[in-house]
């Protein structure tokens, strides 16, 4: 099973990238998938996770109102539309993915990739 994140990189203060995260390996049917991130120093943060109907979706208090998560299940994707981006936001984004939605939100899922780097400039 492989997750594979791309989108990340570098950007100044109220900016916006977007995330993308490629599942494989198996299917992820009734498979809630999501993202945490981890700053330098910090434990890892729940950001976000959307259920496999796309009827459930979960967003850290922090990121309300400036970040989107979708996903294409035709494609086993998940993104993460990243608005207004703060210095704070500065962390690896890692894709993650569990039947429980539970586990995303503790960020200790089943699944997860290897990350990749968010930079947001002051």
């Known amino acids: 099973v492989q997750l594979v994140e791309s989108g990340g990189g570098s950007v100044q203060a109220g900016g916006s990238l977007r995330l993308s995260c490629a599942a494989s390996g198996r299917t992820f049917m009734y498979y809630f998938m999501g993202w945490f991130r981890q700053a330098p120093g910090k434990e890892r943060e729940f950001v976000a996770a959307i259920s496999w109907n796309k009827e459930l979706t979960y967003l850290a208090d922090s990121v309300k109102g400036r970040f989107t998560i979708s996903r294409e299940n035709a494609k086993n994707t998940v993104y993460l539309q990243m608005n207004s981006l703060k210095f704070e936001d500065t962390a690896v984004y890692y894709c993650?993915?569990?039947?429980?939605?539970?586990?995303?939100?503790?960020?200790?899922?089943?699944?997860w990739g290897q990350g990749t780097q968010v930079t947001v400039s002051s």
């Open positions: 993650q993915a569990d039947r429980s939605d539970g586990r995303l939100r503790l960020a200790t899922p089943e699944y």
